[in-house]
């Protein structure tokens, strides 16, 4: 899949390529109307509240990005997770036997 | 933005290219721990509502992929969105003023 192919060449290769990290990205290609508002933006903390159920962040260790272009909207939320995982996901993971 | 680029260099040329779409990326990276159980495919279902408090969505135009290499998961969600837009999305926009 070339999409996985993308991360997999962009991953950092200092020492910062030690830590786990969650990216969220959201693209919105409105390529037939052109116009409608832009939601993206508002998109931002639901998405961090949905991956808070599953494991901790840290408010300080999220950064937001938002880019536009020709039709294209993005809204890109890189996450630096910590090290050990909190009892919420290890919970919901064996909720459904993960 | 390289990210940016990579998603307008992959924008579909046939007649697709006329329809409103949305894809919603989740990738993380475990450097760290390699370790851990996995909670992408539980995000699947939570992310799209959160879509939906923004735009209606038509569970047959949503395509779900997952995939894993490396000490990368990657969970894809993509959405054909109708032409037109849904009164949450105007009743959202309008309260920030977009």
Chains 1, 2 share one sequence.
Do not use: C, W
């Not at 962040?57 to 995982?85: A, C, Q, T, Y």
Request: no cysteine.
């Amino acid at each position: 899949m070339r999409l996985l192919e993308f991360f997999i060449g962009n991953r950092p290769r200092s020492a910062d390529a030690a830590k786990d990290r969650l990216k969220l990205i959201v693209v919105r290609d409105r390529a037939a109307t052109g116009e409608g508002p832009d939601f993206l933006p508002l998109l931002q903390q639901d998405l961090i509240e949905v991956v808070r159920r599953y494991v901790e962040i840290d408010d300080d260790k999220v950064v937001v990005d938002v880019d536009k272009r020709d039709n294209l909207s993005m809204l890109e939320v890189n996450i630096e997770l910590p090290g050990h995982f909190g009892h919420q996901e290890r919970e919901r993971a064996a909720a459904v036997g993960g």
